[in-house]
């Protein structure tokens, strides 16, 4: 593998959202991807499925991770906590790079097939959680009302911090996010 | 309008359960439901887009129905009480017919194009539930929490009501999973 080939998949990334911002995700092939990126399309396909492909690359990493974080809490804490700790581990996932976090949004946004993924991502996720919450011993219905409010926090959160001025690292909006949520919750 | 005619949607829908149950949905035609039913496929689609339709036929009664129950809430109310409100509005709407609700989630869960469409219906729900807490001046954060915890609360509750041996309401199960929500939550 030679200097470049290794961060094909970076560069391929790089190269695929500059052209979806410029000309627009649907104008943008394949073959556009990888001749910015000074690629092949063999090589784009070692790294990507497809081009929607490059905006979800992480989402398997992101699942395993707060699958495992959930895991993790002791048995003697509350499924919330276990919910909690696993956004804990999604802001460290995908918190870091805001500046990308922002311009995949637009794009999703702006895309009703992408925004369709990206549900599906976010239920597949919510899935997961409560399955895991289930292998805990947690009650059925307790398991889906964690995981689902996991995954509300966890869009609110996200949406907070990929468009306010608000500076704070994700995590943090995390965790005030849900005790927001108690609040609000709280007077029905 | 002819005797049967009148009632053409209602005969449609259950020629289409019928042939989805026994065939599966993708075996299914318009052509087959139609003749099921003994009308044309002209009528049919009189009453509906496609053959996906028949499924979410009420969706958009059912989220206008929502949005009214939330609007009639008094200003002076919270926007968890609203959404509650709005919750009640949706046990009224699909929470009669049972044994329907059952087939149709049964045939929804076996086919991953269904599952999607369900997803974009119930996320459309939430945006309209948000949108609506906003323009009663409820601040964007609780008013995204307050949505999609009920969003997470309708599918909770509609799990229970369509599976269990639960013998009560929707709208039983609706309020006991809001209080539930909360005791979950609570402990993060």
């Given at each position: 593998?030679?200097?470049w080939?290794?961060?094909?998949?970076?560069?391929?990334?790089?190269?695929?959202?500059?052209?979806?911002?410029?000309?627009?995700?649907?104008?943008?092939?394949?073959?556009?991807i990888?001749?910015?990126?000074?690629?092949?399309?063999r090589?784009?396909?070692?790294?990507?499925a497809d081009?929607?492909?490059?905006?979800?690359?992480?989402?398997?990493?992101?699942?395993?991770?707060?699958?495992?974080?959930?895991?993790?809490t002791?048995?003697?804490?509350?499924?919330?906590?276990?919910?909690?700790?696993?956004?804990?581990?999604?802001?460290?996932?995908?918190?870091r790079?805001?500046?990308?976090?922002?311009r995949?949004?637009?794009?999703?946004?702006?895309?009703?097939?992408?925004?369709?993924?990206?549900l599906?991502?976010m239920?597949?996720?919510?899935?997961?959680?409560?399955?895991g919450?289930?292998?805990?011993?947690?009650?059925?219905a307790?398991?889906?009302?964690?995981?689902?409010?996991?995954?509300?926090?966890?869009?609110v959160?996200?949406?907070?911090?990929?468009?306010?001025?608000?500076?704070?690292?994700?995590g943090?909006?995390?965790?005030?996010?849900?005790?927001?949520?108690?609040?609000?919750?709280?007077?029905?």
């Amino acid at each position: 593998m030679g200097r470049w080939e290794g961060d094909a998949a970076g560069r391929l990334r790089e190269a695929a959202m500059k052209l979806y911002g410029e000309r627009g995700y649907d104008q943008t092939t394949v073959a556009d991807i990888a001749a910015e990126a000074g690629l092949t399309a063999r090589t784009f396909f070692r790294h990507y499925a497809d081009k929607r492909e490059v905006l979800f690359a992480g989402s398997d990493l992101l699942l395993a991770g707060m699958v495992q974080a959930l895991e993790a809490t002791p048995a003697s804490e509350g499924p919330m906590r276990a919910v909690a700790a696993s956004l804990a581990a999604a802001s460290e996932a995908v918190g870091r790079d805001r500046a990308f976090s922002r311009r995949r949004r637009a794009l999703i946004e702006a895309n009703a097939e992408l925004r369709e993924r990206e549900l599906i991502k976010m239920a597949t996720i919510a899935e997961a959680l409560r399955d895991g919450l289930r292998r805990r011993g947690v009650p059925a219905a307790d398991a889906s009302l964690a995981a689902e409010a996991g995954i509300a926090v966890f869009r609110v959160a996200w949406e907070q911090w990929t468009s306010g001025p608000d500076d704070r690292d994700l995590g943090a909006i995390m965790r005030e996010t849900i005790e927001r949520l108690t609040v609000v919750t709280a007077d029905h």
